[in-house]
């Protein structure tokens, strides 16, 4: 499409959206004729053409790998405006995803999507792959008593990086993790990576599970390196000191 199209078009409808119909037509291309769960805040958007400190919306789809996922709209530029056609990215760039274990309640992560985007428009800090979003040790999901307390960014496998009128779109994941993982990711920042390759082979969507206890193996496997290690460094100076 033209920028005389694109700007014809606009004028012509003053409701369309064409970042958030190509997010769309993205999800429609992974989930086929499922018919989303759709929580719409556009009504405030609507008002101020997007210009709001928050998201404009949300949608859950359920997997046949068990499990639902959500995805943000509002990071990136939904609406039609004539400065947005052509951008080299549309506005953040991204929108957020994470992906929920099936038979848990997963409202909570909408408000948890919200507070980051507010967090982004105030602080003009986007997200990005790799990046540790450490709290305060306390549950992701309020009034629980989850171990998961902090967040990994990943991209998100399922959604490849889509280009829009209004620029390119990529959809970043957010994967809930322990404290005890985010305390270990602060201290060996180098191995996120493979962190999350680890992660992978026992949980290969990254679904966050409010009710997961265990850590990462690759911590345990990192111990007993630098317990190997230390046995070896104490081992060869007390030969030396013979």
Known sequence: MTKEEYKKKMEENENWMPGW?????????????????????????????????????????????????????????????????????????????????????????????????RYTFANEEALKVGMLISGDGTPLKPHTNSKITALLVVEDEELPPLNTLNGLVIFLQLVGITENESEWLKQNSDKTELFIEQMKVDNPMLVTDLNREQDCSIMKQNNLEEKSASCEMAWADEKLNQ
């Open 21 to 117: 119909e190509a997010i769309d037509e993205e999800l429609t291309q992974l989930y086929e004729e499922q018919k989303p769960e759709r929580l719409d805040m556009t009504w405030l958007s609507k008002v101020s053409r997007g210009s709001t400190k928050q998201l404009d919306g949300y949608s859950f789809y359920t997997s046949v790998n068990g499990y639902k996922h959500l995805i943000s709209y509002g990071m990136s530029e939904l609406y039609a405006k004539e400065e947005a056609y052509g951008q080299e990215k549309s506005k953040w760039g991204y929108e957020m995803t994470m992906k929920l274990a099936q038979d848990q309640d997963a409202m909570w992560a909408t408000n948890l999507m919200a507070n980051l985007a």
